[in-house]
Nanobody, 116 residues
Framework: QQQLVESGGGLVQPGGSLRLSCATS????????MSWYRQAPGKERELVAS????????RYADSVKGRFIISRDNAKSTVYLQMSMLKPEDSAVYYC?????????WGQGTQVTVSS
């Protein structure tokens, strides 16, 4: 069974940093493009960052460029999101996603709250 387990969320002050991790199992991680999405209350889920299966192609939402870094470790079947210079508008539930052709898996999410 496919599992994606996010961790690393929490409460942080504006300007602070957090590192999210998504540990996966049950599928061939190295084949999958991996992404982080987020969803704030009352808003649609949005793509934050994505990385290709080999790490060669990365893209970010304009709102996080220069502040967030996505990375992956295929040996550990884990994808990361390093978030810095956090803003209150970054507050949301962050979801890990794995995609390969028509196969699409989601984690349960981890809450990130940016507040003083």
């Amino acid at each position: 069974q496919q599992q994606l387990v996010e961790s690393g969320g929490g409460l942080v002050q504006p300007g602070g940093s957090l590192r999210l991790s998504c540990a996966t199992s049950g599928f061939s991680f190295s084949r999958y493009a991996m992404s982080w999405y987020r969803q704030a209350p009352g808003k649609e889920r949005e793509l934050v960052a994505s990385v290709s299966n080999d790490g060669g192609a990365i893209r970010y939402a304009d709102s996080v460029k220069g502040r967030f870094i996505i990375s992956r470790d295929n040996a550990k079947s884990t994808v990361y999101l390093q978030m810095s210079m956090l803003k209150p508008e970054d507050s949301a539930v962050y979801y890990c996603n794995g995609r390969w052709f028509s196969l699409n898996y989601w984690g349960q999410g981890t809450q990130v709250t940016v507040s003083s």
